[in-house]
């Protein structure tokens, strides 16, 4: 079978669907995270964490809305990339694609845990028969189990970014260089996670130094990646190319 042909303009559509998502991503990451959910909670007090939340409750709110743009930005940057890299080997960008969609959608599922939390808050009828510490302990939880949740889901951003960084080395029209580091940003995120996971009070942020590597990625992307043309795209061997070789001396 020919291998998937790339033209200009799919190219550069991919390359600028892929960065002005991850800009959006990253702005929209930040203030839902840094100036809402960080500014809000307080480890290891329920009562604290509870009333911020409640007097700043719109905050809150346009937080979670936030975190769910992320999540949908995810899945189209996901198909994004998959079109962006399809040209170096299919199967490893399809399976690069499906492992930031399972990141989306675990990430989804963390989402939810923050809004139990705020209806806990909020005192629903039904809930009358538990005291105003009871749910601020419960709501407290359910924003660890927020945390707890988006950590599994990094794994496999983490794995994502390592795959993509490794097509991205292999392709010819993405520096090598940008790949190793989104190699070593992914690399960062699974440390992190499991670290996260596994030891108790765990303060390492490998990621902290090492999510440069999407910075850079996310920039080449708008600036270079746009402009990618089809011969440049189209010269690369693919990662399959022994297989094909081989079928071509089969035929000769």
Same mark, same amino acid.
């Given at each position: 079978?020919?291998?998937?042909?790339?033209?200009?303009?799919?190219?550069?559509?991919?390359?600028?669907?892929?960065?002005?998502?991850?800009?959006?991503?990253?702005?929209? +990451?930040?203030?839902?995270?840094?100036?809402?959910? !960080?500014?809000?909670?307080?480890? *290891?007090? +329920?009562? @604290?964490?509870?009333?911020?939340?409640?007097?700043? !409750?719109?905050?809150?709110?346009?937080?979670?809305?936030?975190?769910?743009?992320? +999540?949908?930005?995810?899945?189209?940057?996901?198909?994004?990339?998959?079109?962006?890299?399809?040209?170096?080997?299919?199967?490893?960008?399809?399976?690069?694609?499906?492992?930031?969609? %399972?990141? %989306?959608?675990?990430? %989804?599922?963390?989402?939810?845990?923050?809004?139990? +939390?705020?209806?806990?808050?909020?005192?629903?009828?039904?809930? @009358?028969?538990?005291?105003?510490?009871?749910?601020?302990? !419960?709501?407290?939880?359910?924003?660890?189990?927020?945390?707890?949740?988006?950590?599994?889901?990094?794994?496999?951003?983490?794995?994502?970014?390592?795959?993509?960084?490794?097509?991205?080395?292999?392709?010819?029209?993405?520096? @090598?260089?940008? *790949?190793?580091?989104?190699?070593?940003?992914?690399?960062?995120?699974?440390?992190?996670?499991?670290?996260?996971?596994?030891?108790?009070?765990?303060?390492?942020?490998?990621?902290?130094?090492?999510?440069?590597?999407?910075?850079?990625?996310?920039?080449?992307?708008?600036? @270079?990646?746009?402009?990618? *043309?089809?011969?440049?795209?189209?010269?690369?061997? !693919?990662?399959?190319?022994? %297989?094909?070789?081989?079928?071509?001396?089969?035929?000769?």
């Amino acid at each position: 079978m020919d291998s998937p042909k790339v033209t200009d303009a799919s190219t550069r559509r991919d390359a600028l669907v892929a960065g002005l998502g991850l800009l959006a991503m990253a702005i929209l +990451a930040a203030i839902a995270n840094f100036g809402a959910i !960080e500014r809000l909670v307080t480890d *290891g007090n +329920a009562t @604290k964490t509870a009333e911020d939340i409640l007097a700043s !409750e719109g905050l809150f709110r346009f937080a979670m809305l936030a975190m769910v743009l992320v +999540a949908v930005l995810d899945v189209l940057v996901a198909w994004a990339l998959f079109g962006f890299f399809r040209p170096v080997h299919e199967g490893a960008s399809r399976l690069a694609a499906w492992l930031r969609v %399972a990141y %989306a959608a675990i990430f %989804a599922v963390a989402i939810g845990e923050l809004a139990g +939390a705020l209806h806990l808050l909020r005192g629903a009828d039904h809930l @009358k028969t538990f005291s105003v510490d009871q749910l601020q302990t !419960e709501a407290l939880l359910r924003i660890d189990a927020f945390h707890d949740i988006w950590n599994i889901a990094l794994v496999f951003f983490g794995v994502h970014l390592v795959l993509i960084g490794v097509i991205a080395y292999r392709s010819g029209y993405v520096p @090598k260089w940008v *790949g190793a580091l989104l190699v070593l940003a992914g690399v960062g995120y699974v440390v992190d996670s499991f670290g996260a996971l596994l030891v108790a009070d765990y303060s390492l942020t490998v990621g902290a130094l090492t999510f440069v590597g999407e910075v850079v990625f996310m920039i080449w992307l708008l600036v @270079k990646g746009r402009i990618v *043309g089809a011969r440049t795209a189209l010269s690369i061997p !693919e990662l399959s190319a022994p %297989a094909s070789s081989s079928a071509t001396q089969g035929t000769t």
